[in-house]
């Protein structure tokens, strides 16, 4: 298993750019979520795909979005980036959409400034 | 969601037992406790998770309240390197997200 990859580590972007945050799945999952971490606080879920398709999404506005592949890697799409969008973005694996355990990237560092 | 409290940050020796509680009082019948731990610099870490036995793995134990309303993970020897934050989260068998709250940050000394 090479569990979950996720590039760039860390990024800097100027307000109002965009940026796309890039995952590659845990072999044999086909379900990926994103989830934005601020500093001290716990993650917070922002969707999930599962066989290319959306299957869940949190309170984050219609400019975070995200894409899945047919080899089951992922990208998550920020537009207009503000201030308040720095934070760890984690990606997480599973090989459902049941009860079992996700298996978590080690996260992309975005700062906006 | 339903919500769980855990508290703020515990203390531990190392290579004693630690026991991490999570109260849980509004969980529904359908409600899975998962526990995950953040490890700094790193993304969170499954541990283990139950619906109403108790169970064990090669990291931890969890145990549940008869009723449910609460649960202890219980880590049998802590070492340095489980020095990290732990997550106690409610998912329905259905439900696709992780609601995390903010944890127990766990500090292990010598």
């Known amino acids: 298993e090479t569990g979950v990859t996720q590039s760039p580590t860390h990024l800097i972007k100027t307000r109002g750019q965009q940026v796309t945050l890039r995952c590659s799945s845990q072999s044999g999952h086909n379900t990926v979520s994103w989830y934005q971490q601020a500093l001290g606080q716990g993650p917070q879920f922002i969707f999930q795909?599962?066989?290319?398709?959306?299957?869940g999404r949190g309170n984050f506005p219609p400019r975070f979005s995200g894409l899945q592949f047919p080899n089951y890697s992922s990208e998550l799409n920020v537009n207009a980036l503000e201030l308040d969008d720095s934070a760890l973005y984690l990606c997480?694996?599973?090989?459902?959409?049941?009860?079992?355990?996700?298996?978590f990237g080690s996260g992309t560092r975005l700062t906006v400034v | 969601d339903a919500k769980t409290t855990q508290p703020n940050s515990m203390e531990s020796n190392e290579e004693e037992p630690v026991h991490l509680p999570c109260n849980h009082s509004t969980i529904s019948g359908t409600d899975y406790i998962h526990w995950y731990r953040q490890l700094p610099s790193q993304g969170p870490e499954y541990v283990i998770h139950?619906?109403?036995s108790n169970v064990n793995n090669r990291m931890a134990s969890l145990a549940i309240a008869e009723d449910r309303k609460s649960s202890t993970l219980i880590l049998h020897r802590a070492t340095l390197r489980d020095a990290a934050v732990y997550y106690c989260i409610l998912r329905t068998g259905t439900a696709s997200k992780l609601t995390f709250g903010t944890g127990t940050r766990l500090q292990v000394t010598l």
């Open positions: 795909y599962y066989r290319e398709e959306e299957n």
């Open positions: 139950g619906l109403t």
């Open positions: 997480a694996s599973s090989s459902g959409t049941g009860n079992y355990g996700y298996t």
